[in-house]
């Protein structure tokens, strides 16, 4: 097929876009709040101890129990570890 200037080559939509797929200021700022909310759901041995819950090793023991009764489960993310609360973020999912 020959290139014309006058076909458009692409299948871009046209704009502006339709307004239901335009995220409204309400939207996004529900969104900071969201993001918040789900950065509650894991924990790190520091929160613990910056919050005056623990000292750093009982934090820690009280972590690693959560994790082998499956409340929470560890992941490691770069040289610290995360307790993350699956449950409840399976729950917040449906």
Known sequence: MKWD???PSNK???LPPELE???TRSI???CIKV???IAELKCRIDN???????KRQTASIYLKQLVSIGIL?????????LYINTR???ELSQ
């Open 35 to 37: 993001r918040a909310a």
């Open 88 to 90: 409840l973020l399976r």
């Open 21 to 23: 797929h335009v995220e």
């Open 12 to 14: 871009f939509p046209l």
């Open 28 to 30: 996004l700022k529900a």
């Open 73 to 81: 489960k560890e992941m490691e993310v770069g040289r610290e570890k």
């Open 48 to 54: 613990l101890v910056e919050r005056g819950v623990a």
């Open 5 to 7: 200037p006058e076909i």
